[in-house]
């Protein structure tokens, strides 16, 4: 059974940095393409980032383009979102999620999620 757990989240001024990280434990963390989702108050769960077993190709949400990137470390079984000039409209749970096959922007063809950590951009 696939565990992902986040880390990282945590409150920052507008324009302030953040990375946040997914460890995966309990199958091949090569197999999977990992994706990151937030939720905020009263909004649906949207995708954020995306990035292949190899890390080779990535995908980023319009919102965040620029802003945010999204990279693995396979050797430490681990994904990061690297999050800079954060905006209070990026206030939000980060999730991240693991799937089989290639990544993709829709949150219910991914397999496994992790419980979530908070980022709070204040102004």
């Known amino acids: 059974q696939v565990q992902l757990v986040e880390s990282g989240g945590g409150l920052v001024q507008a324009g302030g940095s953040l990375r946040l990280s997914c460890a995966f434990s309990g199958r091949a963390f090569s197999s999977y393409a990992m994706g990151w989702f937030r939720q905020a108050p009263e909004k649906e769960r949207e995708f954020v980032a995306g990035?292949?077993?190899?890390?080779?190709?990535?995908s980023y949400a319009d919102s965040v383009k620029g802003r945010f990137t999204i990279s693995r470390d396979n050797a430490k079984n681990t994904v990061y979102l690297q999050m800079i000039s954060l905006k209070p409209e990026d206030t939000a749970v980060y999730y991240c999620?693991?799937?089989?096959?290639?990544?993709?922007?829709?949150?219910?063809?991914?397999?496994?999620w992790g419980q979530g950590t908070q980022v709070t951009v204040s102004t």
């Open positions: 990035i292949i077993w190899s890390g080779d190709r990535t």
């Open positions: 999620a693991a799937r089989q096959g290639i990544t993709t922007t829709r949150y219910a063809e991914y397999e496994y």
